[in-house]
């Protein structure tokens, strides 16, 4: 039996306009049968990790790479950690409050590309500016390409709020709560015993220095400290950075005070201690900020508002400081320089319990 053909203008209407109704508003592009737009994930949507902790007791390096570590994980998973890179970025953030350098890249890595935190070039910028100021090539090229760092530095590159020296050093303690108007006023040179002499210290060295150190105003204990962290009394030492004899001048320094044979120790040491007035005078005798510019440069002091995030400045300004007793308040002459056009920011921040600045 042949079936009779089907033909559009035989079916019936209201058949034929429910059939076609999908279609043509489809060809509208009818509101009433489009699916739900996606939602749209934005740079800006992304998290903001919050700030570390304030630190209870001394942090080692150990602790610090421990932090280190742990963010890796979780910044790309792992079998024991799953990714969480909000919790990354705030262990990160911590450790490169310590001065290690490749949490700084790090963090910064992650801020430039939004890797699951929020973008954020500025404090990366500064980041990379501060893995880069400790050999960290990548970081020293990627700066290059986005520019100097502009701003304050970032909570990230902030000392923490219980730094080293504060919470091992007694007598750091002592200064702190004299400065903050405790009963016990804190150490300064020639208020507290001296310590002895570095005890591989060449006997003609110590006896120099504690002659010619009153002339520039000095605690002997102090400059023996650092001629001791510089060179370990070595008059010939050359370091990588070529800073030269027992107080590593390099040789800006030396022609800036006048030191022309800088392997003769006597020129070296008033070279030195010559520089080291000029410090005490720009940082109104701390001890700390003084110690700071001597290795990493008074720039650097100014620019991070305090002990630059450098692993090697923190642990030398720690040397200096447990060398001389806890030494962080030290006389100076105000008529050798003026002080630090960034001092007033510096000084509240070098307190127990200070904020941050934002």
């Known amino acids: 039996m042949k079936l009779p053909s089907l033909s559009l203008s035989a079916l019936p209407g209201f058949v034929l306009?429910?059939?076609?109704?999908?279609?043509?508003a489809l060809a509208a592009g009818s509101p009433a049968h489009t699916p739900p737009p996606e939602p749209v994930l934005t740079l800006d949507g992304l998290?903001?990790?919050?700030?570390?902790?304030?630190?209870?007791g001394p942090v080692v390096p150990a602790q610090v790479e421990r932090w280190r570590q742990e963010a890796k994980a979780l910044e790309h998973g792992d079998a024991s950690h799953a990714r969480d890179p909000v919790r990354a970025a705030e262990l990160y953030c911590r450790a490169a409050r310590h001065g290690d350098a490749e949490a700084q890249?790090?963090?910064?890595?992650?801020l430039t590309n939004s890797r699951g935190i929020e973008r954020d070039e500025a404090q990366a910028a500064h980041l990379f500016a501060a893995a880069a100021e400790q050999g960290v090539?990548?970081?020293k090229n990627i700066l290059a390409r986005m520019g100097p760092p502009r701003g304050n530095p970032p909570i990230c590159l902030r000392p923490p709020e219980d730094d080293l020296l504060m919470a091992t050093l007694p007598a750091a303690r002592a200064a702190a709560d004299g400065r903050n108007g405790s009963a016990r006023p804190g150490p300064t040179a020639g208020a507290r015993p001296a310590p002895s002499p570095p005890p591989n210290a060449p006997p003609a060295i110590v006896r120099y220095v504690s002659l010619v150190a009153p002339e520039y105003k000095l605690d002997p204990a102090l400059v023996l400290a650092f001629i001791a962290t510089e060179s370990n009394f070595d008059p010939l030492a050359v370091s990588p950075k070529n800073a030269q004899g027992l107080m590593q001048l390099i040789p800006?320094?030396?022609?800036?005070?006048?030191?022309?044979?800088?392997f003769d120790p006597v020129q070296n040491i008033r070279g030195g201690m010559a520089y080291l007035r000029w410090l005490m005078a720009t940082f109104q005798g701390d001890v700390r900020l003084v110690a700071a510019a001597y290795n990493a440069g008074e720039g650097n002091v100014e620019r991070y508002l305090g002990v630059p995030p450098f692993a090697e400045t923190r642990m030398y300004v720690w040397k200096i400081v447990k060398a001389t007793g806890g030494l962080i308040e030290h006389p100076f002459d105000p008529a050798v320089a003026p002080p630090s056009r960034v001092l007033p920011l510096i000084q509240p921040l070098m307190q127990p319990g200070r904020a941050a600045p934002r």
């Open 17 to 24: 306009c429910a059939w076609l109704a999908p279609a043509a």
């Open 47 to 56: 998290p903001r990790p919050a700030a570390p902790p304030p630190e209870t």
């Open 105 to 110: 890249y790090n963090l910064a890595w992650m």
């Open 137 to 139: 090539a990548q970081a």
């Open 252 to 262: 800006g320094t030396a022609q800036r005070f006048g030191v022309r044979n800088v």
